[in-house]
């Protein structure tokens, strides 16, 4: 296929996509080379390719989302796929059905592929294991969140052209944050170090067993990485008062521009979404000349266009034998 002309032969088996931690640095980069490829699809008049022309696609949320789902929507459908959309509000679920049971009745109308997020940890990996069809994870508790990884990776390897060597800060609620461990899976395993920034509140009880450097200043990193990840303070999740006040977080760990003044004039600011703004960073970042936020945006269409083909080709191979 055109699209594919630029990634080098890889023999890719896996029917899912649950988290960064399993896979390899050539699996990460296997997905990026073929992310690559589908970006000229959305340059045509007509943005559509036929890979998943025939195949359903269900969006299994439980929890609210903007960016990701919509995403996920756009790039099935850019394959061709038929698109099943599910909330929790509308469902069964709401009326005590289990996760199980509405994948299984789904399932039973010819579905291809799931893409889940969930507010329990393991959601998708116990899904994997119960049915058929393929499974994404698109965010399950405080685990993974792989596609968020995987465009961060890219959107970093488009403009450095590799991450080796790369110093990275991911900076803020590292505790409940799904994308900071998604990120520093692949981010490690493809040769960048990493960094995690915050207060010690919301640093996981375990930081120390992963393969991370920690600081407690976000003026202490600023002048020395090459790329910052400022993470959303997640309100919802936040048990007790991990820090005295909105106004003390952002003094001492929101990106300001007054902070921008000490980093590397090309530094890369990123986020996953949505922005506090004000309290994370200034708009002014936000909307910098260093920031690549929108990149994030943009470059996850392709990304989770690329990851739906190879799950769904590795789900066909398994079909056949």
């Known amino acids: 296929m055109a699209f594919m002309r630029k ?14 931690r399993e896979l390899s640095a050539e699996e990460i980069t296997y997905i990026l080379d073929t992310a690559t490829g589908f970006e000229q699809v959305s340059t045509r008049s007509v ?32 394959l061709s796929a038929d ?27 010819g579905i291809d592929i799931v893409v889940i997020r969930h507010n329990a940890g393991g959601a998708a990996r116990f899904l994997s294991r119960n049915i058929q069809a393929a499974v994404v994870n698109a ?6 969140h792989p596609t968020q990884g995987l465009l961060d990776v890219y959107t970093i390897r488009k403009i450095r052209g590799s991450l080796e060597g790369l110093k990275i800060a991911i900076v803020g609620d590292i505790a409940h944050s799904r994308v900071a461990r998604s990120d520093m899976w692949a981010m490690t395993k493809l040769g960048a170090e990493v960094t995690f920034v915050g207060p010690p509140t919301l640093m996981p009880s375990q930081v120390s067993k992963l393969p991370v450097k920690v600081s407690y200043s976000l003026d202490e990193v600023i002048e020395k990485v090459d790329v910052i990840n400022m993470l959303r303070i997640q309100f919802e999740r936040l048990g007790g008062n991990p820090f005295p006040s909105i106004r003390e977080y952002s003094r001492y760990f929101g990106l300001t521009v007054e902070r921008m003044q000490k980093a590397k004039p090309d530094i890369l600011v990123m986020h996953p979404g949505p922005i506090n703004r004000g309290l994370e960073m200034e708009s002014e ?35 056949e034998k």
Do not use: Y
Not at 47 to 74: C, I, Q
Not at 285 to 307: F, P
């Open 139 to 144: 965010g399950d508790g405080f685990c993974e």
């Open 285 to 319: 970042v936000a909307d910098g000349k260093n920031s690549v936020i929108l990149e994030q945006v943009k470059n996850g269409l392709a990304v989770r266009m690329a990851v739906l083909f190879l799950v769904n080709q590795a789900a066909m191979v398994t079909k």
């Open 7 to 20: 990634t080098k032969q890889f023999n890719w088996n896996r029917k899912h996509l649950l988290g960064l």
């Open 83 to 109: 698109v099943i959309e599910f909330t929790q509000k509308s469902s069964s679920v709401s009326k005590g059905e289990t996760l199980l049971d509405t994948a299984r009745n789904l399932e039973a109308m």
């Open 47 to 78: 943005k559509k390719a036929p890979p998943l022309r025939g195949k359903v696609v269900v969006n299994l949320f439980f929890e609210d989302s903007t960016r990701t789902r919509n995403s996920f929507t756009l790039a099935a459908n850019r």
